[in-house]
């Protein structure tokens, strides 16, 4: 699929790193540093502006690497980006860890995926059908 874009950053289009990639790197489009402190969360600007055909959205996600090692993930994620938003992407970063982080300019500091979806139409009814589930959750299927 084609997706217009307008790259006003210091830095290359998104793109797959492999043939099987689902999410496409986010590079902060800063022009100085951030520092994260414990807790603290900023909207890290990336310079990409996106036009979406409809019945898609984009995801932002956290980076996995970003997670594990330094604690910092995103916010809101999955963020999503509607197909009508044509202002610039940014990430909302926390940082989860005791540690300040310093976000750099370029820094890979999300991923993006474009996935479709479903607009839903209500139907109001008296009652729902039954499962065997019923109305258990919040691990109410165990913890094995």
Same mark, same amino acid.
């Given at each position: ?48 502006? *996106? ?40 990430? *909302? ?52």
């Amino acid at each position: 699929m084609k997706i217009n874009i307008i790259n006003n950053s210091k830095h290359s289009l998104p793109h797959y790193e492999t043939n099987a990639s689902a999410g496409m790197d986010l590079r902060a489009n800063i022009s100085r540093t951030i520092t994260l402190k414990p807790l603290g969360r900023a909207i890290i600007k990336t310079g990409l502006f *996106i036009e979406l055909p409809v019945g898609y959205e984009a995801q932002v996600r956290p980076r996995s690497g970003l997670a594990a090692k330094k604690g910092i993930t995103v916010l809101n994620a999955p963020g999503t980006i509607d197909a009508d938003y044509r202002g610039e992407i940014g990430v *909302i970063l926390v940082n989860l860890s005791n540690d300040d982080f310093v976000v750099e300019d370029g820094e890979r500091i999300a991923q993006l995926v474009i996935t479709r979806h479903e607009r839903a139409t209500w139907v109001e009814v008296g009652e729902l059908s039954e499962t065997s589930r019923g109305e258990g959750g919040f691990g109410s299927t165990g913890t094995k």
